[in-house]
C-alpha cells in the first residue's frame, strides 16, 4: 500500500521533496525484500540533492544486507 501511494505521487509530480519520496519508496521496497528495486529506488536519488548522502547509505546497507 505504502509503495502504491508513494508511486502515485512521483508519477503525479507535485510533491514538494521528489527526491525524498524517492527514498521512502526505497523504505518500502526493502521491508518488502524487494531489494533490486530499492537499490534502483536509492540510486535513483538526483546526486545534487540533499537526500543524496542518505540514498547513497541506505544502498550501500541494502547491497549489503
Request: no cysteine.
Amino acid at each position: 500500500e505504502a509503495e502504491d501511494s508513494i508511486r502515485a505521487g512521483i508519477t503525479a509530480g507535485k510533491l514538494a521533496d521528489p527526491e525524498g519520496a524517492k527514498v521512502a519508496l526505497g523504505h518500502a521496497l526493502f521491508s518488502q525484500g524487494k531489494k533490486p528495486e530499492a537499490i534502483a529506488a536509492y540510486d535513483s536519488v538526483a546526486r545534487n540533492s540533499k537526500q543524496a548522502p542518505i540514498a547513497r547509505l541506505w544502498s550501500i546497507y541494502t547491497r549489503k544486507g
